[in-house]
């Protein structure tokens, strides 16, 4: 079946840890994204990946960091200076912009213990 | 700046129609697009329109933009407890990739 998928679904992190979300597509996107959604809000944008070996900042990059190596993966790692990493995170892929639909992979819960 | 509005929580009963509502800001928005999402979950893309057109219809759902208003909404007829979830509204913004810009979500809750 074609998807994007994430994994771990539920992960826990201890303080001053970094991990790594993963992200993968069979779709042949070019383009890839993470999102955060924190409760009762939208999903703010961390980073996106035109094209392999190239990514951008989104709009709450700061603790975030990304790679594109191939095209069908784009690992999120979050880091140590993000201070307030609890929440859902989604991983999306789209054909290359503009105008094209965004689609999500089921998204992955980060817990800080 | 950008920015797209919802109401935070609507009530229906099973059978009824619901109409979500949303504003945005961006008078360049090429699409709109309605996302839902069920518990823990990701997002599902229920339906978009292209910013040129003032309806859509696809089954159940149907799309009615006002670009003069800036608003958009979301018809579910025959409303049914599947349909309990929350729906996204969000736009697309200038710059060259495909930047979507979501609101805060509508939680839909539908009873017997």
């Known amino acids: 079946d074609g998807g994007i998928t994430q994994s771990p679904k539920y992960l826990f992190r201890k303080e001053g840890q970094n991990v790594t979300l993963s992200c993968e597509q069979n779709?042949?996107?070019?383009?890839m994204y993470w999102y955060r959604q924190d409760p009762g809000q939208g999903l703010r944008l961390i980073y996106y990946?035109?094209?392999?070996?190239?990514?951008q900042k989104g709009d709450i990059a700061e603790g975030y960091s990304v790679s594109r190596e191939k095209k069908e993966s784009f690992p999120l790692t979050v880091t140590s200076a993000q201070k307030n990493p609890t929440a859902f995170y989604l991983c999306?892929?789209?054909?290359?912009?503009?105008?094209?639909?965004?689609?999500f992979g089921e998204g992955s819960w980060l817990t800080v213990v | 700046g950008e920015d797209v509005e919802q109401s935070l929580f609507l009530s229906v009963r099973e059978g009824d129609s619901s109409v979500i509502n949303c504003t945005y800001t961006?008078?360049?928005?090429?699409?709109l697009y309605w996302y839902k999402q069920e518990p823990g979950a990701g997002l599902q893309l229920l339906t978009y329109i292209f910013s040129n057109m003032d309806m859509k219809q696809d089954q159940r759902l149907t799309v009615l933009l006002n670009k003069k208003d800036k608003h958009l909404s979301l018809r579910i007829a025959d409303t049914q407890t599947g349909d309990s979830a929350i729906y996204f509204c969000a736009e697309t913004v200038g710059g060259g990739y495909n930047k979507l810009i979501f609101g805060a979500g509508t939680r839909l809750a539908v009873h017997p």
């Open positions: 779709l042949n996107h070019d383009a």
């Open positions: 990946s035109q094209i392999v070996n190239d990514f």
């Open positions: 999306a892929s789209s054909e290359a912009p503009p105008g094209n639909t965004i689609y």
């Open positions: 961006d008078s360049s928005s090429t699409y």
